[in-house]
């Protein structure tokens, strides 16, 4: 079995628009926003709904769990292999990630994950991935 991966992650930008979903995560909350014009949840957390244009969206805490939808492993890297994909959050929405915590030859499409918050230089913690 490989190593287990792990990676610097660079800060994120922080608009106005995305500073909530960051304060959140300072705080170890993972938030996603919901539209109350149509229900849906969304991901990247945006003001506007994706799905009806609606711009009465709220922030809603996700427990952060879900499936691996799909991955790639990056095996030629400076700072060693690691591996993004999708998972598909049990409130049905997908969200591009970063895994953490494993081997790259012990993902599984499938596999249920959990949301962690990652440290960056000299910006917010960001989510990433690992297995439950």
């Given amino acids: 079995m490989?190593?287990?991966m792990t990676r610097p992650i660079?800060?994120?930008a922080v608009s106005l628009e995305t500073k909530p979903f960051f304060d959140a995560a300072a705080e170890g909350r993972f938030t996603i926003?919901?539209?109350t014009a149509c229900g849906e949840a969304?991901?990247?957390?945006?003001?506007?709904?994706p799905y009806c244009h609606?711009?009465?969206t709220v922030w809603e805490e996700s427990a952060g769990t879900?499936?691996?939808y799909t991955y790639s492993v990056m095996w030629r890297s400076p700072s060693g292999p690691y591996a993004i994909?999708?998972?598909t959050l049990d409130e049905g929405i997908a969200v591009l990630t970063n895994f953490v915590d494993v081997a790259p030859d012990g993902l599984?499409?499938?596999?249920r994950v959990k949301v962690k918050f990652q440290p960056t230089e000299g910006g917010p913690p960001v989510p990433v991935f690992a297995p439950v």
């Fill in 2 to 4: 490989s190593e287990i």
């Fill in 10 to 12: 660079p800060a994120p």
């Fill in 33 to 35: 926003k919901r539209c």
């Fill in 42 to 49: 969304h991901w990247y957390p945006r003001a506007i709904c």
């Fill in 54 to 56: 609606s711009d009465r």
């Fill in 66 to 68: 879900g499936a691996i």
């Fill in 85 to 87: 994909g999708y998972v």
């Fill in 108 to 111: 599984a499409i499938g596999m």
